[in-house]
């Protein structure tokens, strides 16, 4: 029994980190955009300030393009070497998570908790990546969690490592790590008599100032570097205005973060609401324990700063799915050896939704997929399998008279079973449809040193051709920046739409075309729907001479 349970866990690790990693072509533009910058980091031996495109580029800190580097010299300057420190942070992120469930609560704990995080819908898409937020949640809840037993076990060595991996979290995506700590440990201060105490033991002037010594040189060198230009680029606009400002004219959500960790932790979202009511009710009653209450405050916190933001992605709230995991897992363990008690009667409620949830994505998958999306038929085993592990769940929790299990296995094995089936079958789909790796294979095939490479108008799509046709490319989104590059006799080619070139050549400018694709223009699972748009046409253009 325990080699088959090391089995499963090894098949689980395997399938949703590093099965195919490098299978799917880049065509997120921040994606291919740190991809680029690590690529061209290694190529010019400048290990202290990231750029892009052969120019200067302050979007985040160094310590993630040197994690992404690495695994590119380690395993090619390829989507495989771009994503390997994503999928690495993802196995220290699970084994922090049982780590900290089993120095808090128990060892099943933290067990059940680490599985359920590294079978989450985030974790499958983040670790297969190359961006930084998985590597960024790695070294900061790897931090906070050293410091929340270094308080609530007696622990107080255990601080100095927690600080510094703080430090290696601010130097992966800047002074965002201080507000989330911050914010999170005032408020466990103000939530809890036992907590304020435990924490205010600690020595948390020496950490910060350790925190602070260790990121700052190197803000301090990019500012004695780039001088104003890094004030400008960096700290007002990526940081200060990103939060601030709205700046891409999108509407105030204040429950879009709600609807993401949802969706998020399906299907385990009803056990975290019914915990939620559970430990709400504990909170009147002031029974809820330490441990508890510091995990609520990490999610309250993140989740509060990153709805006040105006500018909101999905992924930014992932560092919550840690300590949301070690909840379910805690409810799980408490159902299932304390069936039937008053205090968790929410809990018990959340188990029992788990199943429906399963049969609700079965059927409602596999109508979506027979219906709308355009898969191979063999894809339909994912809602089946989904199906069935939810019919299975609703009868023995439900229906049932048996305890729960110790480990939540139908589950986690229908979760494991979509993931590959996603592998197998949604990401080749995809990957028939996009074009401009190939584009930029050819151009890059004809594009010596002397020829100059440009895209026009190509919006999402730039970042990926940047780092396919690996030539300096001019990004041009204006007409008068097209006849500027075209104007200039030496030889050049261009990349844009179909559309794009009748814009151009309505303008005057003479273009004759040297190669063209018809791929997928959007960048989102549209591109599978069987009644999708019509196929873009993407044309490579050089100037026009005129006998």
Request: charged content about 15%; aromatic content about 14%; some cysteine.
């Amino acid at each position: 029994m325990r080699l088959l349970r090391i089995g499963g866990v090894a098949a689980l690790l395997f399938v949703v980190l590093f099965w195919q990693l490098g299978s799917a072509s880049f065509w997120d533009p921040d994606e291919a955009h740190y991809a680029e910058a690590s690529r061209e980091m290694l190529r010019t031996g400048d290990w202290l300030a990231p750029y892009y495109n052969e120019q200067p580029f302050f979007d985040k800190p160094i310590l993630f393009y040197w994690l992404q580097a690495a695994g590119m010299a380690v395993a090619g300057q390829n989507e495989t070497g771009a994503r390997l420190a994503s999928a690495i942070a993802a196995i220290a992120l699970v084994a922090t998570t049982a780590w900290l469930g089993a120095a808090l609560v128990s060892f099943e704990v933290g067990f059940v908790a680490a599985l359920l995080l590294a079978a989450s819908p985030p974790v499958f898409a983040l670790a297969r990546y190359a961006i930084l937020d998985m590597i960024f949640t790695a070294f900061l809840f790897g931090g906070v969690s050293l410091i929340a037993v270094a308080a609530l076990k007696d622990r107080p060595a255990l601080q100095w490592p927690g600080y510094l991996l703080i430090a290696g979290s601010v130097v992966t995506k800047g002074p965002l790590s201080f507000v989330l700590c911050g914010l999170t440990f005032g408020l466990a201060m103000l939530a809890s008599a036992d907590l304020r105490r435990r924490l205010l033991a600690l020595r948390f002037v020496w950490g910060l100032l350790l925190v602070v010594a260790l990121s700052l040189p190197w803000f301090v060198y990019m500012w004695l570097r780039f001088r104003d230009a890094f004030i400008a680029a960096y700290i007002f606009d990526e940081n200060v205005s990103l939060f601030a400002s709205n700046r891409f004219g999108s509407k105030f959500d204040p429950l879009f973060y709600f609807r993401v960790l949802a969706a998020g932790l399906l299907p385990w979202t009803g056990l975290v609401i019914g915990t939620l009511w559970d430990d709400v009710r504990a909170c009147r009653e002031r029974s809820l324990d330490s441990s508890q209450t510091l995990l609520w405050c990490w999610a309250i916190a993140i989740l509060a700063f990153f709805t006040a933001s105006r500018f909101k992605l999905d992924h930014y709230v992932f560092p919550a799915a840690p300590a949301l995991c070690l909840v379910c897992a805690r409810a799980w363990a408490d159902v299932r050896t304390r069936t039937a008690i008053a205090q968790n009667a929410g809990a018990r409620m959340g188990v029992q939704t788990i199943g429906p949830i399963l049969v609700l994505a079965g059927t409602g998958g596999g109508y979506f997929m027979i219906a709308r999306l355009d898969l191979p038929n063999a894809a339909i085993i994912a809602p089946i399998v989904m199906l069935v592990a939810g019919i299975v769940v609703t009868a023995r929790v439900s229906f049932g008279h048996a305890r729960l299990p110790r480990l939540p296995w139908v589950t986690l094995t229908a979760m494991v079973a979509t993931y590959a089936a996603v592998i197998t079958w949604v990401l080749p789909a995809l990957e028939q449809r996009k074009v401009i790796p190939d584009v930029a294979r050819w151009v890059a095939s004809r594009a010596g040193p002397d020829v100059r490479v440009g895209t026009y108008r190509l919006n999402r799509w730039s970042n990926a051709f940047r780092f396919y046709v690996d030539h300096h490319t001019s990004h041009m989104d204006g007409v008068e920046e097209a006849r500027a590059f075209f104007a200039d006799p030496t030889p050049a080619y261009a990349v844009m739409t179909r559309q794009f070139l009748y814009e151009l050549a309505g303008q005057g400018i003479q273009l004759q075309v040297e190669y063209e694709r018809d791929g997928m223009w959007v960048t989102s699972g549209r591109a599978l729907w069987r009644r999708r748009e019509p196929p873009t046409r993407f044309v490579v253009v050089s100037r026009k001479i005129t006998p």
